[in-house]
């Protein structure tokens, strides 16, 4: 599909989505969970429909009915072998492989896009000493055969790949028959992930605690089912709250949690930093809108998901930008850091990057252009907003990436005023 975007202005009501993250984890734990919950509101983007056809396949039964989700958990020990197809969703596939290995499940797990050549390197290092085998069936890391049971005890893992192996343990631990401890060897990169494991972890009756980077995990613990309130999610939120830094009247972006555990919470401070107004309005509500723009320096290891966006702020920025810390986004669905680098450059942005760093000196309009999503769903709803600003219409090929974690992008983005045509391409 290709978007065709002329320049315009955002502004007005937007209300946040339901949080992509929040969602995995409330709809895996309500799975492990005996009994029924109800979880609601839920997107179905394509990540969360992934987990969703996962866990049925584990003998869950999930129903969604409009924007709810009624879970009525895994029955002791599900069918012995089962195929779980993960599609793009690196967080399908890392929280469930221990999972499955907690269960003693034979499974093999698929994927598509780029998650075949995501790394899975904390688990092949990690489980095969814990009764797990993990054996590639092709050349790459998907498909994959997961065999044996998960056994209890310490383990210890890097924190500067993805976060996603640690909740995924987390997940996992608390059903064996025994103790274990998560010992974290290098520092802890995107830890909000895990606080929101954490935290969601407890609302189901599980209990983690952690000391001096040491997770300690009780065996033979018992998820309950509840009734869940997912969060709105600030990842895509940011998405128009970079947009209303070009609007005098602003945007008000309502139902974000001003206590959530979102790491990506801190777009709020970063445009307050950039020189952008940023007003409360109520305890789930806030006013985005212009101010005199200047550039910043950005540590992007707790923030990952946030860098596409901050780099096309950088460019209404007068001044320099420059994001570090953020070598980790070369594995997400694209090599995030050169595709940004290169759809904002392709736009007449001074852009430039290396493998742990973008740099963007911005402050002048961009022009208009044909740019690439690179199957990826934050370059493509990051180049909408860039072309804001551009003299010019943008064309934004293979715009259909936003369906994996936002499928109503364009909708809300025309709602606030946006002038985006999206056609089969
Ligand atoms: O746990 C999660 O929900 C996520 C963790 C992050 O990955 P990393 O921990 O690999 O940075 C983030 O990029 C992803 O969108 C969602
Ligand atoms: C990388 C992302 O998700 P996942 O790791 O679950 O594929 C994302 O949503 O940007």
């Known amino acids: ?26 709809l895996i734990c309500a799975a492990l969970a ?18 969703i056809s996962a866990l049925n396949a584990l003998d869950a039964n999930i129903q969604l009915q409009e924007e709810k989700a009624i879970v009525s958990g895994i029955l002791d020990k599900p069918t012995d072998h089962i ?10 596939l890392r929280f469930l492989i221990p999972i499955v290995a907690a269960y003693g499940i034979e499974a093999v797990f698929t994927g598509a896009g780029k998650l ?52 995924g343990l987390l997940f996992a631990l608390p059903l064996l028959n025994g103790d274990s401890e998560l010992k974290i060897i290098s520092p802890l990169e995107s830890k909000p992930y895990v606080d929101m494991t954490i935290t969601t972890l407890h609302r189901f009756g599980i209990e983690i605690t952690e000391k001096d980077m040491c997770y300690q995990i009780k065996g033979g613990q018992t998820y309950l089912p509840c009734s869940y309130t997912v969060e709105g999610d600030y990842s895509n939120a940011a998405i128009f709250a970079a947009a209303a830094l070009l609007s005098e009247q602003g945007i008000v972006l309502s139902g974000l949690s001003n206590r959530s555990k979102q790491g990506d919470r801190e777009i709020l401070e970063l445009i307050k930093k950039f020189g952008g ?22 540590d992007a290891a707790q923030i990952p998901d946030l860098v596409p966006i901050l780099a096309v702020i950088g460019t209404f920025a007068k001044g320099k930008t ?19 680098t290169q759809a904002l450059y392709t736009l007449g942005a001074d852009i430039s990057c290396d493998d742990d760093s973008i740099t963007v000196y911005g402050g002048k309009r961009l022009h208009g252009g044909v740019v690439s999503a690179y199957n990826d769903h934050r370059i493509a709803m990051s180049m909408a907003i860039a072309a804001l600003v551009s003299d010019g219409e943008v064309l934004i090929d293979g715009a259909e990436a936003v369906n994996k974690s936002y499928p109503q992008f364009f909708n809300d983005y025309n709602r606030l005023g946006g002038r985006a045509d999206v056609r089969l391409g």
């Open 34 to 51: 005996n009994g029924f919950s109800f979880i609601s509101p839920l997107a179905p983007s394509e990540d969360i429909l992934a987990t």
């Open 322 to 340: 420059h994001i570090y810390n953020a070598h980790r986004l070369k594995i997400k669905e694209s090599d995030r850091l050169t595709a940004i």
């Open 1 to 26: 599909m290709i978007a065709t975007i002329q320049p315009s202005t955002l502004s007005g009501d937007y209300f946040a989505p339901p949080s992509k993250s929040d969602s995995h984890r409330a």
């Open 116 to 167: 075949p050549q995501r790394p899975l390197n904390l688990y092949h290092e990690q489980l095969d000493c814990k009764g797990i085998s993990l054996d590639k069936l092709e050349n790459e890391e998907l498909p994959l055969k997961v065999k044996g049971k998960l056994q209890p005890g310490s383990f210890e893992l890097a924190g500067n790949v993805s976060s996603q192996f640690i909740t």
């Open 277 to 298: 107004s940023v007003t409360n309005v109520s305890e789930d509500s806030v006013k985005v809108a212009k101010g005199e723009l200047h550039g910043i320096a950005i």
């Open 83 to 92: 195929r779980i197809f993960c599609n793009e969703s690196g967080s399908t």
